[in-house]
């Protein structure tokens, strides 16, 4: 059985490792097909394919899009997408719009709080067109403001925090449409962490599938046995796809890696039951 890894972050959003180190990383783990999904943008996806059949391995181009549904913020990873696609790009921009001027609005929230700088300070952290609240986590960490970055997002960037700003993200009909019309697979990313009623639960799930989309993540870095095993049900029963991703951002969190995901359990569909190696990337890309 090929080894499947198909979620994962470069720093051209907020993971660490160049798209050329990430696919050598995932290498070396086994990982047979590797995706790169990285938030909101697709910059890193021509260095991974270089890297990646370097390496003889496969890559699949994906995203992770920020979707806002209801009051809350849901991941979409969108796989075998054609990066060049007008309209996921014009989408894309917008959101990269949006998070230009959520960065710059952080900062002044932070300021007011008496922390100057994080506005500098998470640009220069980027090493893309992208800011991500990593940057900030990263920056208030570093300048000694929390413990680490998990402790940051717990103190100030997270909802009822002083420096949370509400997503203004795509809704998920225009999310699946950019994904469907670049030819790409929509899959709802770690699931687990939407901290979801079972009746919203239920309309996401629905509303997911209205709108075209094919897969759960049911396996994920961030999912324990026991979120999968649910995810698993969740999938069959509305007869979604199943799908399987680290999330990786790096090698400072090693409790997640590239490649070392349990497998799907036995009672899922996988969403690359289908695909053909012959026509690789799925999606046409
Ligand atoms: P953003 O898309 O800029 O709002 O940032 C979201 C990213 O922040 C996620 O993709 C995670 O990588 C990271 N993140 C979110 N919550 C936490 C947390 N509690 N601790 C550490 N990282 C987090
Ligand atoms: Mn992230
Ligand atoms: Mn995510
Ligand atoms: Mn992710």
Known sequence: MPNYDLHSHTYHSDGTLSPSDLVKRACCNGVDVLAVTDHDITTGIREAQGAAQAAGILLVPGVEISVTWGAQTVHIVGLGIDPDEVSLQAGLAEQLKFRSWRAEEIGRLLERKGIGGAYSGACSRARGALISRTHFAQFLAAEGYVRDKRDAF???????????????????????????????????????????????????????????????????????????????????????????????????APWVDLGKLPPLPESCRALWASWQIADFPPGGA
Do not use: N
């Open 154 to 252: 717990a103190k100030y960037l997270v909802r009822g925090k002083p420096g949370h700003v509400p997503g203004q993200w795509a809704t998920l009909p225009e999310a699946l449409g950019w994904i469907r019309a670049s030819g790409g697979h929509a899959v709802i990313a770690h699931p687990a962490r939407y901290k979801l009623s079972a009746t919203r639960l239920q309309r996401l799930l629905t509303e997911f599938k209205e709108s075209g989309g094919e897969a759960i993540e049911v396996v994920s870095g961030s999912h324990s046995r026991d979120d999968c095993l649910r995810f698993a049900t969740l999938s069959v029963r509305y007869d979604l796809l199943a799908s399987s991703g680290s999330d990786y951002h790096g090698p400072e």
